[in-house]
């Protein structure tokens, strides 16, 4: 009997540790749609974007619309498109995400001084963040400490 306490103690421990790693590799792709809405002093931007990322969590294509409405009326929408490349170091309770190349496929420059800060920033190259794992259920959240962002639909 005394030996089941440190055991029982010893399998949470691990569990508490490995499993950041263990649901990002096992967890398979992640899709997830998010929208942002921007309101400025000339014109309103809305981002509805879509990241696909694949097993791992390394690899990572991500697009969007942005609609640009401009207080006189017009309207311009700009369709974005990158693959991501990130390196992932797993923490205890998290992992740190910085995002080593960004390939620009069609849309703005990050460095576009209308548009660019408009794009979300994990597309772009030098990006770092510490992400923690939340598990609801059978989804998958991502999001930073006590605040989970992203559902994994997939």
Same mark, same amino acid.
């Given at each position: 009997?005394? !030996?089941?306490?440190?055991?029982? /103690?010893?399998?949470?421990?691990? %569990?508490? *540790?490995?499993?950041?790693? /263990? &649901?990002?590799?096992?967890? %398979?792709?992640?899709?997830?749609? $998010? $929208?942002? &809405? ?20 390394? @690899? ?12 006189? %009326?017009?309207?311009?929408?700009? $369709? ?10 797993? #923490? &205890?309770?998290? /992992?740190?995400?910085? $995002? ?7 849309? =703005? @420059?990050?460095?576009?001084?209308? +548009?660019?800060?408009? &794009? ?6 030098? *990006? ?15 999001? *930073? #400490?006590? +605040? =989970?962002?992203?559902?994994? #639909? !997939?």
């Amino acid at each position: 009997m005394i !030996k089941i306490i440190p055991l029982s /103690f010893g399998a949470l421990a691990m %569990g508490w *540790f490995t499993y950041p790693y /263990f &649901i990002i590799n096992t967890s %398979g792709g992640c899709i997830s749609n $998010t $929208t942002f &809405i921007y309101d400025e002093a000339d014109k309103t931007v809305i981002n509805k974007s879509r990241w696909e990322i694949l097993r791992g969590g390394e @690899q990572s294509y991500y697009s969007s619309l942005m609609s640009v409405i401009y207080f006189e %009326g017009k309207k311009k929408d700009i $369709t974005i498109e990158r693959t991501v490349n990130a390196n992932l170091n797993f #923490h &205890i309770d998290s /992992f740190t995400v910085r $995002t080593m190349s960004a390939f620009r496929i069609a849309g =703005p @420059q990050m460095s576009n001084p209308e +548009l660019g800060k408009y &794009i979300d920033p994990l597309a772009k190259e030098g *990006f770092n963040a510490r992400v923690y794992v939340y598990s609801i259920g059978e989804r998958v959240m991502l999001g *930073f #400490h006590n +605040l =989970p962002i992203a559902v994994c #639909h !997939k």
